[in-house]
């Protein structure tokens, strides 16, 4: 079975200044996507990045970008230019296809980050 | 372009209650997946439907059941409601077909039970 894990609970960030968020799951698969959502105390799940496992190019976003290590199983996001808007919960995710087109997310426990002015 | 919509935004039940969150798929799709969030956790995957099926299920029990409308909106259904119901139920929703099927979610339901 598919894990996702998460090892940082709580992170902060001055704004302006970079963070990375860690991600590492376990699979034996070799096509699966992966994602990181955000969710603001708002409570609405936003999608942030997505990366295709068969790709070897990161993903980029504007101020977010992925390092995708397919080898190590990790998945890093990575907030450039933090801003304070950029408080929320992240949760990483991983997604592959079942049978008959189906699918289904495995998140991980989310790293809480909270931006400082 | 509407969004995923999810009804009601709370509702407080006692155990042995039944209860209904409904939920609107974004304009387009035809995939929805529910899923629940306990306090500080991550979202569990409940079900998914496509094509008024259900094509997909996670570790839950039949107390946990669903049904997909023509117009592809979604009902989650729980009987029998334990403490341990208590949670964030976010709805999802996805185009089948379109590779990587990335899910787009509602705002949830949140469930008290007491």
């Known amino acids: 079975a598919q894990t996702v894990t998460q090892s940082q609970p709580e992170m902060s960030v001055q704004e302006a200044e970079t963070v990375t968020l860690s991600c590492t799951y376990d699979t034996s698969e070799s096509n699966y996507y992966l994602f990181w959502y955000k969710q603001p105390p708002s409570r609405q799940m936003i999608l942030v990045i997505r990366?295709?496992?068969?790709?070897?190019q990161n993903a980029t976003e504007n101020r977010f970008s992925v390092n995708f290590q397919k080898a190590a199983k990790s998945f890093s996001l990575k907030i450039s230019d933090s801003q304070l808007g950029d408080t929320a919960m992240y949760f990483c995710?991983?997604?592959?296809?079942?049978?008959?087109?189906?699918?289904?997310?495995?998140f991980g426990t989310g790293t809480r980050l909270k931006v400082l002015a | 372009d509407a969004g995923v919509t999810q009804s009601p935004t709370h509702l407080i039940k006692t155990r042995g209650q039944q209860v209904t969150l409904r939920c609107s798929p974004k304009?387009?799709?035809?995939?929805v997946s529910w899923y629940q969030q306990a306090l500080g956790q991550g979202p569990q995957f409940i079900f998914q439907?496509?094509?008024?099926?259900?094509?997909q299920r996670g570790n839950f029990p039949d107390r946990f059941s669903g049904h997909q409308f023509p117009n592809y909106s979604s009902e989650l259904n729980v009987n029998a409601l334990l403490l341990g119901d208590s949670a964030l139920y976010l709805c999802?929703?996805?185009?089948?077909?379109?590779?990587?099927?990335?899910?787009?979610f509602g705002p949830g339901t949140r469930l008290t039970v007491l």
């Open positions: 304009s387009g799709h035809d995939t």
């Open positions: 995710a991983f997604m592959k296809h079942g049978p008959s087109g189906t699918y289904k997310y495995i």
């Open positions: 990366q295709e496992a068969y790709k070897q």
């Open positions: 439907y496509y094509e008024e099926e259900e094509r």
């Open positions: 999802a929703s996805s185009l089948a077909g379109t590779g990587g099927d990335t899910q787009y």
